[in-house]
């Protein structure tokens, strides 16, 4: 794989990513900041994250359980103060470029994309959640820029699949692709881990392998750069003990850049060949723990609808969007979901449930 003239594989480096996320707080100028922070640190790329808070929470969204410790009370509200757009990211990005170093963007909703091709993104990143999300994986497949896919909160099954969604969309997708394990838990304990997953990947996976990594310690990475993690991501702040969601599961710039200094060591001291390796006491397991439950179903998206609908209503694309929670139907059915018949009246902007739907036998279409 390759991001701009950076290529990332078994005999490189690990490319490492600077999440800044939301940690921005809604300002350019903080998450100019942190860019050059982030270029100071050593970091190969920042990433921002593209949503609208209205487009991506629907009336039935919730805040995650590490979000309400945070401070949180409402999650459309929480997402509205922290919304950069596009326009507002296009001097991120510049300044990215200044600095010598990429920028990546996470879109939410597939609407968006075509706004963020507006840009001159370095590299696609989707969130773990979004590993169900068919439209907006193949979208950014078809944008053909790179990559990179987390998989938290989600089983080996729910990763080869998507998988080969965007494979079977583009067949040249396998080699602009990176995949990441991850535990969706912000903080995560380094006993919860789950660095095994990166063992695990690699059995599915030709493609470079990477770790989204939501601990707090700064040795996690040079592990996984051990396991054979050729993208890092660690999410990066100016205070760890800032308001917000995501400062508390965070590095501040000294701390990172200690974090990219042992990972790069480990990577040099440990010959990764195309092989997996075999490290005892670690098992090559992906697996959904217990502590993602939480964010497996409040940040998941499900077929919503646009509009209130009545009883035995055949569903029609413009009833229907993608929104959180990951409550109702699962996104990547909303094409099969099209042409159903609802048995009851739906409110609007709520997720679909199956038991909304008359019983049909599955086409198939979505397998």
Known sequence: MRIGTHEIGPAHEPYIIAEIGVNH????????????????????????QLFEADRLMSAAAKLAAYQKAAGESDPVEMLRRLELSVTQMARIVDRAHERGIHAI?????????????????DAYKTASPDIIHRPLLERLVATGKPLIISTGASTLDEVSRAIGWMTARDGSAHSRMAVLQCVSSYPTAIEHAELGGILALR?????????????????????????????LEKHFTYDT???????????????????VELARDA??????????????????????IPIEEDVRRVSRQSVVTTRALPAWHVLKASDLTIKRPGTG??????????????VRAVDADVPVSRLDLREEPHSGRDA
């Open 25 to 48: 707080d809604g300002s350019v100028e903080r998450a100019l900041e942190l860019t050059d922070a982030a270029a100071d640190a050593g970091a190969d790329a920042i990433k921002l």
């Open 105 to 121: 963007v996470t879109v939410f909703s597939t609407e968006l994309v075509d706004g963020a091709e507006s840009l001159p993104w």
């Open 203 to 231: 059995e599915i996976f030709g493609g470079p392998i990477g770790y989204s990594d939501h601990t707090q310690g700064v040795g996690t990475g040079a592990i996984a750069a051990g396991l054979g993690a050729r993208v």
């Open 241 to 259: 003990q800032a308001p917000g969601p995501d400062h508390a599961a965070s590095l501040e710039p000294r701390d990172f850049a200690r974090y």
């Open 267 to 288: 990577a040099h001291a440990t010959a990764i060949d195309e092989r997996a390796p075999e490290f005892p006491g670690i098992e090559p397991v992906k697996r959904v």
């Open 329 to 342: 139907v699962p996104a990547w059915e909303m094409h099969s979901t099209i042409g159903r018949t609802l």
